[in-house]
């Protein structure tokens, strides 16, 4: 087994058995105290103490979730449920509008109540009415109470608080009126997120001038992965298909932006060095645009690494590529394991891995055109079906066709969007 992929399947392992446990940080930090001197200094003699080491690293897993888990609330505590607040922090999500509301997550700065002032860096979702024009990247300045997210009150209903949880969120807020949502600072955001907002709203709006409304939401859906104009109709439709997932933002989406930019930037006649590092840019502001979702940022991730192999002439590890953005991921979020989403993006990835090559020479009399988008997909959907059997109960007995004609239709689809 490759090195790094052992390295992160051991890490995630040691989120998965925090998740279980819920053991303190504490003991954690004290089993690694125990296990790391010894497999250093056992390494520095020469000695492979190899399962010492695995264990190690399983540890480490373990206490990142812990440490992470206790620094979420960062000190709001007090502050919940406890009367109105002033809350001061940034926007960090691309706003989301429903109706008369809209939804941020703002990372806090501080909280005040009552003559107490408290610093911190907790994340809020809050809902305020439409009327406050609020941007990504803005300071905002909020008057409203404190509470935890409504958790589910039957077995097997979707859980709100456990959803927002796995984004490092733990609280919630809503502003009922324009006058306690005062915007302190705009668009503070570093460069490459404003031109993310920028290429959001300037994609949004030209589908929706040059469409029709349900046309503009269909393909805003695609493009970008926003289904909130889409109709309850268009969306059981695609979920009867099997296809829900060309209307998230994943690997499918972001390989076909990256292999556009990465043949038009060519054609251009650039060095491989210049277009590979505008092609990398290109796909990270997609990304960004789309709401930076775990999938997305696990394509961008291996894109990223492709790009970096063919500058540097070494064969793509797709395998390597794949631990990596895993472990990149888990170090910024390890409550992403959880995440249904996060599971499904990397189940489809190993299922293509593990299947591509069998099935391509099952079907080596059919021509490539076809051999190739039915192996992908026979992959993929071995690779997501015990999990979305598992999730959601059900399984479309059309998908796989599905997917097969609604993969290169979205190929075509969202570079002609963007």
């Known amino acids: 087994m490759r090195p790094l992929v052992r390295w992160s399947a051991l890490f995630a392992a ?84 429903d109706g008369d509301r809209t939804h941020v997550v703002i990372k806090l700065e501080r909280v005040e109540s009552r003559g107490r002032v408290a610093a911190s860096a907790a994340l809020v979702r809050v809902t305020l009415p439409a009327s406050v024009g609020v941007q990504y990247g803005d300071t905002l300045q909020i008057r409203a109470i404190l509470e935890r997210p409504a958790a589910a009150r039957n077995p097997g209903a979707f859980d709100y ?35 993310a907002a920028a290429v959001r709203e300037w994609v949004a709006g030209g589908l929706a001038a040059v469409l029709q409304p349900s046309q503009a939401a269909l393909m805003t859906g695609l493009v970008l992965g926003e289904r909130r104009q889409l109709t309850p109709e268009v969306e059981a439709a695609f979920l009867r298909a099997g296809a829900m997932h060309l209307l998230a933002v994943s690997g499918l989406h972001v390989g076909f932006v990256a292999a556009v930019a990465w043949r038009l930037l ?57 631990a990596a953005a895993a472990l990149a991921l888990l170090l910024y979020n390890p409550l992403l394991l959880f995440d249904v989403s996060f599971q499904l993006s990397f189940a489809a990835v190993a299922g293509i891995l593990a299947l591509y090559g069998p099935v391509r020479r099952a079907l080596q009399r059919l021509p490539g055109a076809v051999a190739a988008p039915v192996a992908v997909t026979a992959g993929a959907q071995w690779g997501v079906t015990p999990l979305l059997a598992y999730h959601f109960q059900q399984i479309s007995l059309v998908g796989f066709a599905g997917s097969l004609i609604g993969g290169p239709l979205t190929g075509v689809l969202v570079p002609l969007g963007l």
């Open 266 to 322: 060519r054609a251009l006649r650039l060095p491989r060095a210049a277009a590979a590092v505008a092609a990398g840019i290109v796909v990270w502001v997609y990304v960004l645009a789309a709401g930076a979702r775990p999938p997305a940022v696990r394509a961008a991730v291996a894109t990223s690494l492709g790009l970096l192999a063919a500058v540097l002439g070494r064969e793509r590890d797709m395998v390597t590529a794949l």
């Open 14 to 97: 040691g989120v998965a058995l925090q998740g279980r446990l819920e053991w303190a940080a504490s003991a954690w930090y004290a089993l690694a105290a125990v296990l790391g001197p010894v497999v250093a200094i056992g390494t520095a003699r020469g000695r492979r103490l190899v399962p010492l080491a695995m264990l190690l690293v399983l540890v480490c897993g373990a206490a990142w979730l812990s440490q992470y888990e206790s620094r979420l609330e960062d000190g709001l505590a007090p502050f919940i449920d406890a009367g109105p607040v002033l809350l001061t922090g940034q926007v960090v999500n691309f706003p989301e509008r």
């Open 161 to 195: 608080r456990e959803h927002l949880r796995r984004q490092g969120i733990t609280t919630v807020a809503t502003v009922h009126f324009p006058r306690h949502a005062v915007v302190v600072e705009r668009g503070v955001a570093n460069p490459l997120l404003r031109a």
